[in-house]
Structures are given as structure tokens and as C-alpha cells.
């Protein structure tokens, strides 16, 4: 398997149209987070959402998760397809 090392930053609303991408091309059939879904989320003062850049596609994958007083919860991840299986969820 590559492996692939992409910086990480925080997601900004001009990285909506790109996370709501993944979001369907990696859940087809599902129920799937919209950009409502996203805010609502991220407006608890505890919740963030951190991304991975590929330079060249844009966003290679994203996360979501609340920091709780003693553990994380996960509450959303996906990796673009294109992306997948190169370590960029890791």
C-alpha cells in the first residue's frame, strides 16, 4: 500500500462544495451529511472539522469530531475516492 502525506488544516466553508462531494461519491445510497448537517455540527462549541489537501486534487478527505472531557467521538470521515487506500484516513 502507498502511503501519502498530505498537509491537514481546518475546514472552511469555501471547502463546502468538496466535502459534500466526498460525502456522496463515498456513501452512494445512503443518508448523507448536507452542508446544513455540517453547520449545525460545527456550530457546537466542541465539534471540529479537519481536512486533508491534495495539492493537486483539492480535498483529499476530511473529519469531523467532538472533543468530549475525556475521549474524541468521531462523528464523520470519508477520503475521495481517488484518494482511498494511499493512508490519507490514518
Given at each position: 500500500?502507498m502511503t501519502i502525506k498530505l498537509?491537514?488544516?481546518?475546514?472552511?466553508?469555501?471547502?463546502?462544495?468538496?466535502?459534500?462531494?466526498?460525502?456522496?461519491?463515498?456513501?452512494?445510497?445512503?443518508?448523507?451529511?448536507?452542508?446544513d448537517d455540517f453547520i449545525r455540527?460545527?456550530?457546537?462549541?466542541?465539534?471540529?472539522?479537519?481536512?486533508?489537501?491534495?495539492?493537486?486534487?483539492?480535498?483529499?478527505?476530511?473529519?469531523?469530531?467532538?472533543?468530549?472531557?475525556?475521549?474524541?467521538?468521531?462523528?464523520?470521515?470519508a477520503v475521495h475516492p481517488f484518494?482511498?487506500?494511499?493512508?490519507?484516513?490514518?
Open positions: 500500500m498537509p491537514i488544516r481546518w475546514l472552511i466553508r469555501a471547502d463546502m462544495p468538496e466535502v459534500l462531494l466526498i460525502e456522496r461519491l463515498c456513501w452512494p445510497g445512503h443518508v448523507v451529511w448536507d452542508e455540527v460545527l456550530r457546537q462549541g466542541n465539534c471540529i472539522a479537519m481536512l486533508a489537501e491534495d495539492g493537486h486534487e483539492g480535498v483529499a478527505g476530511y473529519m469531523v469530531y467532538a472533543l468530549e472531557k475525556a475521549h474524541i467521538t468521531l462523528l464523520n470521515l484518494c482511498q487506500r494511499r493512508g490519507v484516513g490514518r
